[in-house]
C-alpha cells in the first residue's frame, strides 16, 4: 500500500511561526488538518494566506484542556491516511530531514506503531539549540532531546490524559512505553518555541529571507 500522510496541528496564538511550519510539511502531506482554538493574534489570517488545497482549516473556539483532548480524537477519527504526522505550530522540518523521516515510514516493520525522532530546541536563533547530551527525555533504549511525531494510523489509535500531559495509545498502552513496536530514525526538526521570548525576529528574518528566493522546503 502506497504511504500517504496526514498533519495533524492544533495551534492557538503561534503567529510567529506557523506559516513557516506548515509550508515546511505541505509538499509531503496528503492532507494537512489545521484546527485553530481561540487564537487572538493574526494565526488565523496568516493561515488563510496560506494556498493549498491540502489545507483544511477549522476555527473549534476556545476549549479547555479536555476539550483539547477530544479535538485530537477527533483528527484521528477523520484521518484515512496511513500515517500521521504531527505538526506543532512552532516546529520547523528542514526538508532533507523530513524527507529522511518519510522514508523510515515506506520502510517501517508491520509491527512498528510509531517512529522516535530527535528535536533540535533553539534557544537564540536558529544557529543556537541545546546539546544533545543536555536532552533528558528516554524513550525505550534512547535518550535526548526526543519526540514521536510520526505514527502510523491503526485502528483502536486514541488519546488519553489532559493537556499538556496526554498521550497517544494504542492497545490499552503510551505510544512511547512499547518500545519493541517503535523505530529510531536519527533525524530532527527544529523546535522554535523557546525563541518567542527572546531573538525570535532574528531567526523569522532568515526563514523570511530563504523564502524570498526558493520555495522554503528546498533548503536545508
Known sequence: ???????????KNEEVWI??????????????????????????SIIKTIRSDKIDFKQCGSVNRRELI????????Q????????????????????IQLIKAMEKAKPETI?????????VKDINHYLPESEGRYQIGPWSG?????????LPGLTVAGEYPNEAYIFNGKKIQDQPEKLEFVDT???HLT???????????????????????????
Request: net charge positive; glycine share 2%.
Open 70 to 77: 477530544e479535538l485530537r480524537r477527533e483528527q484521528i477519527r
Open 1 to 11: 500500500m502506497a504511504l500517504t500522510i496526514t498533519g495533524h496541528t492544533l495551534i
Open 188 to 190: 530532527w526538526y527544529y
Open 79 to 98: 484521518t484515512k491516511t496511513s500515517w500521521i504526522l504531527i505538526v506543532d505550530g512552532d516546529e520547523i522540518w528542514p526538508k532533507k530531514h523530513l
Open 19 to 44: 506559516k513557516s511550519a506548515l509550508e515546511s510539511v505541505l509538499p509531503f502531506v496528503n492532507r494537512q488538518l489545521v484546527w485553530d482554538t481561540g487564537s487572538t493574534d493574526k494565526t488565523v
Open 194 to 220: 523557546h525563541l518567542k521570548r527572546t531573538d525570535w525576529w532574528r531567526s523569522l528574518w532568515t526563514f523570511d529571507r530563504l523564502r524570498k528566493f526558493k520555495p522554503f522546503y528546498k533548503f536545508f
Open 145 to 153: 532531546h526526543l519526540n514521536i511525531r510520526a505514527i502510523k494510523n
Open 114 to 122: 510509531a517512529l522516535v525522532n530527535r528535536t533540535r530546541n533553539c
